[in-house]
């Protein structure tokens, strides 16, 4: 853990993401009651397994990403934590502009697992996804134009947002 991830960490992901996943995971319990999804959808203990697996890879594409960001952008993960200092287009950022986001998405989906609720996973999590993506073209981008120029417009029309076409599709030119 670098010093730039701790202060990320301390600044956005204590006060905000956990907070939110808690009140995400009160909510689904209650929805799971109402859409007759309280005894869960997957046989216990396999929910507890693809917890676990969906948490320890979503630390591992949350852990890639953030160390490109600090080693190779010479900054930080957030710009609330100070921000990159070069634009990252090599390594996981050559395959879409937002991967630490699918990590994100496996460690909050681990919850759901763990929870074993329906809701928490196909409706909650979804519709978080898209928020989240959202505000990443809403916010962010117009940011990283401001800052990068035309290096991350060229970058903006290379590179997808959030699905790595080039992973499914690697023989064809997309």
Request: charged share 15%.
């Amino acid at each position: 853990m670098t010093p730039q991830i701790l202060l990320m960490v301390s600044k956005v992901y204590i006060p905000v993401l956990f907070p939110v996943t808690f009140l995400i995971a009160l909510t689904s319990l209650r929805l799971d009651r109402a859409l007759g999804f309280a005894d869960g959808f997957l046989a216990p203990p396999v929910n507890y397994y693809v917890a676990a697996a969906s948490l320890v890879a979503g630390l591992l594409v949350v852990g890639i990403t953030y160390a490109e960001l600090v080693f190779r952008g010479e900054g930080s993960p957030s710009p609330t934590a100070g921000r990159t200092m070069k634009l990252v287009r090599s390594g996981i950022y050559a395959y879409c502009r937002n991967p630490s986001v699918h990590g994100k998405l496996l460690g909050v989906l681990a919850v759901g697992f763990a929870l074993n609720s329906f809701s928490f996973c196909f409706v909650l999590v979804p519709l978080l996804l898209v928020l989240s993506l959202i505000e990443k073209v809403v916010r962010q981008e117009p940011q990283l134009i401001e800052i990068f120029g035309d290096e991350y417009l060229r970058y903006q029309k290379e590179v997808p947002l959030f699905i790595p076409w080039k992973l499914f599709f690697f023989w064809r030119k997309v």
